[in-house]
């Protein structure tokens, strides 16, 4: 079973979706279930088809939340001290085509959010980045072409 690495901050994330699942989204959807059957027949209740739909959706997060928890390896990126770039890292890049400089942190498949700065370690640049450091030139190839970057600073914060 492979381990599952995600920041501090992307543990609790989980932690607080799968609480939230638990204690306020599937008990609504049980009592949704419960009062779309008192409407009588269940083959053309419209309501009841979504809220049982809905349920499976609930259940089947759950499930993935408590698997991802269970194999979760948690870093704190402050404590973590490093010339390359892992998993927890805070890149400062220059895009070479553009002169535009872009900073990520690289983190957990859950937690990434671009538009935020956070870069999942599976995707196309946090895996070229991985083993870098600072000075290096990367090229990666993603879905919209070949991309160069220039390193320019790596932080554990």
Same mark, same amino acid.
């Not at 638990?22 to 279930?33: C, D, F, L, M």
């Not at 001290?81 to 805070?90: P, W």
């Not at 083993?131 to 919209?144: F, L």
């Given at each position: 079973?492979?381990?599952?690495?995600?920041?501090?901050?992307?543990?609790?994330?989980?932690?607080?979706?799968?609480?939230l699942?638990k204690?306020?989204?599937?008990?609504?959807?049980?009592?949704?279930?419960?009062?779309?059957?008192?409407?009588?027949?269940?083959s053309?209740?419209?309501?009841?088809?979504?809220?049982?739909?809905?349920?499976?959706l609930?259940?089947?997060?759950?499930v993935?939340?408590?698997?991802?928890?269970?194999?979760?390896e948690?870093?704190?990126?402050?404590? !973590?001290n +490093?010339?390359?770039?892992?998993? @927890?890292a805070?890149?400062?890049?220059?895009? $070479?085509?553009?002169d535009? %400089? *872009?900073?990520?942190?690289?983190?957990?498949?859950?937690?990434s959010?671009?538009?935020?700065? !956070?870069? +999942?370690?599976?995707?196309?640049? @946090?895996?070229?980045?991985?083993?870098?450091? $600072?000075?290096?030139?990367? %090229? *990666?190839k993603?879905?919209?072409?070949?991309?160069?970057?220039?390193?320019?600073?790596?932080?554990?914060?």
């Amino acid at each position: 079973m492979a381990r599952e690495p995600m920041t501090v901050r992307g543990y609790n994330k989980l932690k607080d979706e799968l609480k939230l699942l638990k204690s306020e989204e599937r008990p609504s959807v049980i009592k949704a279930i419960e009062e779309a059957r008192a409407h009588g027949d269940l083959s053309e209740n419209a309501e009841y088809h979504a809220a049982k739909e809905k349920q499976g959706l609930i259940e089947g997060r759950i499930v993935e939340i408590e698997d991802k928890l269970s194999r979760a390896e948690v870093f704190n990126p402050s404590e !973590l001290n +490093s010339t390359n770039i892992t998993f @927890g890292a805070t890149v400062t890049l220059i895009d $070479e085509d553009t002169d535009e %400089e *872009v900073k990520y942190q690289i983190v957990g498949t859950d937690e990434s959010d671009i538009k935020n700065g !956070l870069l +999942s370690i599976t995707s196309p640049v @946090g895996r070229a980045l991985i083993g870098k450091s $600072e000075g290096d030139n990367v %090229e *990666v190839k993603t879905p919209k072409g070949t991309k160069d970057y220039e390193i320019i600073k790596v932080e554990f914060i």
